[in-house]
Nanobody
Framework: QVQLVESGGGSAHAGGSLRLACAAS????????MGWFRQVPGKEREGVAT???????AYADFANGRFVISKDSAKTLVYLQMNNLKPEDTAMYYC??????????????????WGRGTQVTVSS
């Protein structure tokens, strides 16, 4: 089973930027759909962005225009560049992969392998 490790979280002021990275134990990102998710205590985990094996991307409405998901050339890292951060972006951010090549969904229930998360805190 693939191992995923997130990094890059931290603190930022509103309007600032952070770049998260998700490292995989193999080149799974070349073959399977991958997504970024976030969760605030007491709320359900929600999808942020996805990227499939053909590098096609999709974003939640709140992320569109501010966040960018991408892969490195070796397909072992997936990034989430977060710009113009808002206090409501404060959450634990997770990466995960599906069993399939294409995404079609940002529902956490459709993703099978998860990292442990990285905390993002945005102050006003």
């Amino acid at each position: 089973q693939v191992q995923l490790v997130e990094s890059g979280g931290g603190s930022a002021h509103a309007g600032g930027s952070l770049r998260l990275a998700c490292a995989a134990s193999n080149n799974v990102f070349a073959r399977r759909c991958m997504g970024w998710f976030r969760q605030v205590p007491g709320k359900e985990r929600e999808g942020v962005a996805t990227i499939d094996s053909d590098d096609r991307t999709a974003y939640a409405d709140f992320a569109n225009g501010r966040f960018v998901i991408s892969k490195d050339s070796a397909k072992t890292l997936v990034y989430l560049q977060m710009n113009n951060l808002k206090p409501e972006d404060t959450a634990m951010y997770y990466c995960a992969v599906r069993e399939f090549t294409f995404c079609y969904t940002r529902s956490p229930a459709d993703y099978v392998s998860w990292g442990r998360g990285t905390q993002v805190t945005v102050s006003s």
